[in-house]
């Protein structure tokens, strides 16, 4: 008998686990003893706050990250395949959105494994539960392109594809470039442009705001190295 690939959301911040994860989530990650991670130090951090630090000794950990070939991906799934349970861990959020699990997910899936995902947060449908922009037709587009030139470009096309299809659009930076990416949205986006900020979600600095792009202008909030999450809306 094979066994079960869980995925598991981590937090989203350092609030108490309690406030996001529900007790049947808890209960599962609590039975497993093999966890597919991109970073060691954050996964022993997220299953010591769920109270497993006198098991961690226990713990075999599989590492999924940019430094994993390819070739060594299908090995992550070998103590399944052998009849263990075992967890896709993301580093926040949920595993396989914004993140590198996928790739396991769906080799689980070629090779017979039952896949269950277990519920928690997520910062993508959080952020556009909060926005008020359309929820019935969205599209999240992962990073922007880091040169200027070229993440400006982006820009006015997913702005030209949300004014035809009336689609949101997501996205995110990397935390340090959060300013950045801020001062290109408010100067290239259309002043009416619904632009909807996202920063420190779950967490005690959580900041949720939606309004036309001219109102940003003089009321920009920090967003350096703060994990957000950006959307807007060109409604006409």
């Known amino acids: 008998m094979k066994g079960t690939l869980f995925l598991i959301p981590n937090l989203l911040s ?3 686990p309690n ?3 529900p007790a049947e989530t808890v209960s599962r990650i609590l ?4 966890f597919i991670i991109e970073e060691e130090r954050a996964a022993r951090r997220f299953l010591v706050r769920l109270g497993m630090k006198e098991l961690l000794s226990e713990i075999e950990f599989g590492f999924l990250n940019e430094h994993t070939q390819p070739d060594q991906v299908m090995n992550l799934l070998q103590p399944i395949k052998a009849g263990s349970h075992g967890g896709v861990l993301s ?3 949920c595993p396989g959105v914004a993140d590198p699990g996928s790739e396991v997910v769906r080799l689980a899936h070629e090779q017979g494994i039952q896949v269950k995902p277990l519920t928690g947060p997520s910062s993508i449908l959080l952020a556009l539960m909060a926005s008020g922009l359309n929820g019935q037709r969205f599209s999240f587009h992962g990073y922007l392109p880091i040169k200027a030139p070229d993440r400006i470009r982006r820009i006015k096309d997913l702005e030209q594809r949300s004014k ?3 689609e949101t659009q997501l996205f995110i930076e990397a935390p340090y470039r959060n300013r950045q990416l801020m001062t290109d949205l408010i100067a290239h986006l259309s002043p009416d ?3 909807s900020v996202s920063a420190g979600l779950n967490s005690d600095k959580e900041y949720i705001r939606t309004a036309p792009v001219w109102q940003w202008h003089n009321n920009v909030p920090d967003l350096h190295k703060i994990p957000t999450v950006f959307l807007f ?3 006409n």
């Open 193 to 195: 442009t619904l632009l």
């Open 19 to 21: 406030m996001s994860l």
């Open 233 to 235: 809306l060109k409604i």
């Open 164 to 166: 035809q299809l009336g």
């Open 14 to 16: 350092d609030s108490n």
């Open 91 to 93: 580093e926040a959020g």
């Open 31 to 34: 039975e497993l003893r093999y």
